[in-house]
């Protein structure tokens, strides 16, 4: 094997890598819909709210701050805020920050890092 091939193998290989997961990224980006996301932490709220909670105690704003796309809000009707499950959710559809009952101050620290 000549020495060029042995330096740009592994070059296109790793170029061969990179656009597979580049091309992955901006497929999950594309085809993620807001319904998609919002209906999915919606169960999540129910599966861990348990008795008493439904998919339609919650709803979704734009999220503010770097990496926030959304922000689904769930709460029982009628519910004081001390029962509000706050989910922050990334352009994928990942969870970056939940915020649950009970959590003392989570929403200011939060506001803190963005």
């Not at 706050?86 to 101050?105: A, M």
Request: hydrophobic residues 45%; glycine residues 12%; proline residues 4%.
């Amino acid at each position: 094997m000549s020495p060029r091939l042995i330096l740009i193998v592994p070059l296109v290989v790793v170029a061969a890598l990179l656009a597979v997961v580049g091309l992955r990224l901006g497929y999950m980006a594309a085809t993620t819909s807001e319904t998609d996301v919002i209906t999915h932490y919606s169960a999540l709220y129910v599966d861990r709210k348990g008795t008493g909670a439904a998919v339609t105690d919650c709803f979704a704003v734009p999220g503010q701050g770097a990496g926030i796309w959304l922000v689904v809000t769930c709460s029982p009707g009628g519910a004081g805020d001390d029962e509000i499950y706050t989910f922050y959710i990334n352009r994928l559809g990942g969870l970056e920050k939940l915020v649950e009952p009970g959590d003392q101050d989570a929403t200011e620290t939060f506001k803190d890092q963005t």
